[in-house]
C-alpha cells in the first residue's frame, strides 16, 4: 500500500507528513564562531542534498538558499540529505546581496583563478564566515560582491569538480579551522 502514496518506485517501509520548523535569522546573530553556506541557483536536488548534509555534517550553523534554487524541501532533496535537513536552519528566498548585512564575510567558490581568488587551505576562513556556492553549471557571477574567492586546486583534467563535492571540502575545512 505505501507504494501508492510514495514517490519512489521502491519506498522505505517508513512515510511521513510533517510541519516544517519555521528558523529565525536572529538566532544567527550574536554567534561570532558561527559560519553558514549560502546556494546560489542550485537546480539538482542531490546536490542540494549532500550540501545539506555536508554543512550539517561539519557544523554549519544554517544553509541560505537563493531564489530560484530548487526546493529544499521536495522529496529527492530530503532523501539526499539523510535526514540533515531536519537538523539544521534552512532559509529560503535569500538575496546575494544580504550576506555581508548578517556580519560574515563572504567567500565564493570557483573553479577559475579569479581576482581575490585564493587556494582553499590557505584562506582563512575562521569566524564568522559564509561559504558561497554557485549553480552546477555557470557558478557564481564575477560580479558577486564577495570578500574572496575560494579555490580547489586539482591537477586532472577536469574542468571543475561537482558543486556537492566542492561544498563538501569547504565546508570541514571551514571545521578545521574553527576547531584549532
Do not use: Y
Amino acid at each position: 500500500m505505501i507504494e501508492r502514496v510514495a514517490s519512489t518506485a521502491t519506498p522505505q517501509p517508513v512515510i511521513a507528513i510533517v510541519l516544517k520548523k519555521e528558523h529565525n535569522i536572529s538566532e544567527l546573530k550574536g554567534d561570532e564562531d558561527s559560519w553558514v553556506v549560502v546556494v546560489d541557483k542550485i537546480s539538482d536536488p542531490g546536490n542540494l542534498g549532500t550540501i545539506l548534509r555536508s554543512a550539517e555534517a561539519a557544523g554549519a550553523s544554517a544553509v541560505f538558499l537563493t531564489s530560484g534554487t530548487v526546493d529544499a524541501f521536495s522529496p529527492k532533496v530530503v532523501r539526499a540529505s539523510a535526514g540533515a535537513i531536519f537538523n539544521i536552519p534552512v532559509f529560503e528566498g535569500f538575496a546575494l546581496e544580504d550576506i555581508s548585512s548578517l556580519g560574515f564575510k563572504s567567500w565564493g567558490s570557483s573553479s577559475h583563478q579569479l581576482e581575490k581568488s585564493i587556494d582553499f587551505n590557505a584562506a582563512d576562513l575562521s569566524g564568522r564566515v559564509a561559504i558561497v556556492l554557485g549553480n552546477e553549471a555557470h557558478g557564481l557571477p564575477t560580479s558577486t560582491k564577495l570578500d574572496g574567492w575560494l579555490t580547489i586546486q586539482h591537477t586532472g583534467r577536469s574542468e571543475s569538480l561537482n558543486v556537492a563535492m566542492a561544498a563538501t571540502l569547504l565546508c570541514f575545512e571551514v571545521k578545521r579551522q574553527h576547531n584549532k
